[in-house]
């Protein structure tokens, strides 16, 4: 089948938007990611987006359904308000000291140190359980730690546009000690500011597609409340072996791009 060009508005182009937000709302439901890695591509096979224009669609997708995420998590006590509050001041901070390293740091290295950041986390995810009791620990000491965590995510998103909840998920498990659940719940909530920061910037420069967006989001609010109960019903290992296939997912593709990156060099 042929790739459609995005400006078709056709059967194909809604059902192809359909079925990329079910599968992004799942996702973003049981991982605690907002499903930019799973928008992203599949918009720029199926419907033909430039690369700017499938970010900027992804991150206003991302805003309905993040929230739904929340709710979600909220529903079981899951989420960390204060330390989401933290990080995602502290993202915001960090994507423009990103954005400025963008132009200032060789592409392909950050890929490959980030790709190596994935390989630990994996590792981790299969040494380290976390328990369902476990609490956030909020005292001055997190609080600065929430908010260099903060930064790093949101100099990451800038450098390489990937999303927090790959980071913050696991940073939360293994360096805050918190549940599986709350560091996602807690992700989640981070990104809605995030996101609604970036798709007005993005609006602003013509680079989302507001009818693709619409769909998305509608569609993976469907899925993220099924997805965030399945996370519920896994034992903890069980997650974390899920999440490491969805970061071995993200690593490949980053890999990817910087093979082909050096090669076109």
Not at 35 to 43: E, H, N
Not at 131 to 147: K, N, Q
Request: net charge positive; glycine share 12%; proline share 4%.
């Amino acid at each position: 089948m042929t790739a459609l060009p995005t400006t078709d508005r056709t059967p194909r182009y809604y059902l192809s938007a359909l079925g990329i937000g079910l599968l992004a709302g799942l996702m973003s439901g049981m991982f605690g990611v907002g499903g930019g890695t799973v928008i992203v591509p599949l918009l720029l096979t199926l419907l033909v987006f430039d690369q700017r224009r499938a970010a900027g669609t992804s991150l206003a997708a991302i805003v309905p359904t993040a929230a739904v995420g929340v709710i979600s998590y909220a529903a079981v006590g899951a989420v960390a308000w204060i330390p989401a509050l933290i990080l995602a001041v502290a993202a915001v901070i960090g994507a423009q000291v990103g954005t400025w390293l963008l132009a200032r740091l060789p592409q392909n290295a950050i890929r490959w140190g980030f790709i190596a950041f994935l390989v630990v986390v994996i590792v981790m995810l299969f040494i380290v359980v976390p328990s369902r009791d476990a609490e956030v620990p909020l005292t001055w000491g997190t609080g600065i730690g929430f908010a260099a965590l903060g930064v790093f995510t949101g100099i990451m998103a800038g450098l390489l546009g990937v999303g927090g909840g790959v980071i913050v998920v696991p940073a939360l498990m293994f360096l805050f000690g918190t549940s599986d659940l709350v560091a996602k719940g807690t992700s989640l909530l981070m990104m809605i500011p995030t996101a609604i920061s970036g798709t007005i910037g993005n609006l602003r420069r013509h680079n989302v597609d507001l009818v693709a967006a619409a769909v998305i989001g509608v569609a993976a609010c469907t899925t993220t409340a099924l997805g965030a109960w399945l996370a519920t019903l896994v034992d903890p290992f069980t997650a974390n072996v899920l999440f490491a296939v969805y970061l071995t997912f993200i690593a490949v593709q980053l890999g990817i791009k910087a093979i082909r990156a050096h090669r076109a060099r």
